[in-house]
């Protein structure tokens, strides 16, 4: 099981700060292999800029990020896919002017040198989002917000990651946009994909993750199995509705 997995990703003691602003204040997590960990917090607490430092796509005041043997805390973000890694962005991030297939052949693009199929690949995304093959030949710009999600999320795939990072899946998605994207998180487990998920909709989070860390202003203020952390009346008050 997950939960008897060593950690795949660990991080310690993360300290991020924007000129006086302290985002990060000594956070530290960890994933296991085959997990689904949640990242939950009011709009501030930190979740975005917890992805970004791992990433290494901004400067970390103090702290360590080390995924399965290696020390990563130094390594420049375009290495970091070349691990096993990939990231989608809040944001999405693609290239409008490219069509749906080229913007999913950016995502391996640089990982050719592993052996990866770029054709194969693209049948396994098409598989897991078969509006993507419907629309492979249109301009990335015109798609739906939904469909643009979908897109960024395949192109991270493209690369046959072993751990995804997710920053804010489904916001602004329709809610059966958002129910084929939480179901598409949810089938990456199946396959052995660690996933670490910063999302807003803290109560399908909590239903989707094996585990939770609750962020409040830059600090880990709870963390536990998801089910313990969804009914701390806590949490339910602040982020369920409850």
Known sequence: MASESPSLLSVSGLRVRYGPILALDGVSIDVRKGE?????????????????????????????????AHDITGTPPYKIPQTGISYVPEGRQLFARMTVRENLEMGIISL??????????????????????ARRAQLAGTLS????QMLAMGRALMARPEFCLFDEPS???????????????????????STLLVE??????????????????????LEGPSRDVAADPRVEKAYLGG
Not at 171 to 193: C, M, N, S, T, Y
Not at 207 to 215: A, G, H, N, T
């Open 171 to 193: 916001l602004g998605l329709a809610p059966l946009i958002q129910r084929d994207v939480f179901r598409a998180i949810a089938a990456l487990r199946k396959e052995g994909v």
């Open 200 to 221: 807003q909709n803290a109560k399908k989070a909590l239903e989707i993750s094996d585990r939770c860390y609750v962020l409040e202003l830059g600090k880990v203020t």
């Open 112 to 133: 050719a040198k592993r052996g990866l199929s770029t054709q194969a690949e693209l049948e396994r995304v098409y598989r897991i989002f078969p509006v993507l093959l």
């Open 36 to 68: 689904i960990v949640a990242i939950i917090g009011a709009n501030g607490a930190g979740k975005s800029t917890l992805m970004k430092a791992i990433m290494n796509l901004v400067r970390k005041e103090t702290g360590r990020v080390g995924y399965g």
């Open 145 to 148: 917000g939904g469909e643009q």
